[in-house]
């Protein structure tokens, strides 16, 4: 008979461990499980706006100021990945600042040739 167990030696919140007295190798495997996904989602999020940036080349319905305030955020969950020694938080945010670098790039590179332009008028 398979036992549930409710408990879990985390400090965050109880956890769901099934079918083993082990209950730290279950909380650590869903735990993982459940951040891998959440990356996944977040970081593959930015791959429709970068494909639709790098077929139009153009970048101008975006807003500069919100994508600046994000890779800051960005950048700041990596710090943090390294300050937990969380290698899901680190490379899931690596990942993403680097799709949130090649949408900044069209957007700074959009705003460059405008700025050129109405020097040109």
């Known amino acids: 008979m398979r036992r549930l167990h409710t408990r879990c030696p985390s400090r965050f919140a109880p956890q769901l461990s099934i079918g083993t007295n082990i209950r730290v190798f279950h909380c650590q495997s869903m735990n993982t499980a459940v951040g891998l996904f959440a990356a996944f989602c977040t970081t593959i999020s930015y791959f429709p706006q970068?494909?639709?940036?790098?077929e139009t080349s153009s970048a101008g319905d975006l807003s500069l100021k919100m994508f600046l305030i994000l890779?800051?955020?960005?950048?700041?969950?990596?710090?943090?990945?390294?300050?937990?020694?969380?290698?899901?938080?680190?490379?899931?945010?690596?990942?993403?600042?680097?799709?949130?670098?090649?949408?900044?790039?069209?957007?700074l590179k959009e705003r460059s040739r405008g700025a050129a332009r109405n020097l040109a008028t």
Request: with cysteine.
């Open 50 to 54: 970068l494909k639709k940036c790098w």
């Open 71 to 107: 890779g800051l955020g960005v950048a700041t969950w990596i710090v943090y990945g390294f300050l937990q020694g969380d290698f899901v938080i680190i490379i899931a945010n690596s990942v993403s600042l680097c799709l949130l670098l090649g949408i900044l790039y069209f957007k």
